[in-house]
Nanobody, 127 residues
């Protein structure tokens, strides 16, 4: 079992930045691919970013490419999502997820592939 706890969400003005963290405990963190997903009210959950266990492979949704950066610190059992140039349409609950998924985009971008999920953290972008 892996337990995931997100933090770092909050209210920010358009154009601002936030850094989300996801702390993992339980089974060895370094062997899992990690993903960030989000769900806005009335919408389906969508892929945001993912990183392979080695951090060599990183993937982003087109809507966040160039603005968001995913990273991980296996020594600290933590994955991060740096979010810059935030827009109102980025408003959502952000979830991190973990799974033994390899490194392909097809698997890392698919929420159904992940085995473990955090409880989510709210990000609100508003003036």
């Amino acid at each position: 079992q892996v337990q995931l706890v997100e933090s770092g969400g909050g209210l920010v003005r358009p154009g601002g930045s936030l850094k989300l963290s996801c702390a993992a405990s339980g089974r060895p963190f370094g062997t899992y691919a990690m993903g960030w997903f989000r769900q806005a009210p009335g919408k389906e959950r969508e892929f945001v970013a993912a990183i392979s266990w080695s951090a060599i492979s990183k993937y982003y949704a087109d809507s966040v490419k160039g603005r968001f950066t995913i990273s991980r610190d296996n020594g600290q059992n933590t994955v991060y999502l740096q979010m810059n140039s935030l827009k109102p349409e980025d408003t959502a609950v952000y979830y991190c997820a973990a799974g033994d998924l390899g490194a392909s985009y097809g698997r890392l971008s698919a929420g159904r592939e992940y085995d473990y999920w955090g409880q989510g953290t709210q990000v609100t972008v508003s003036s």
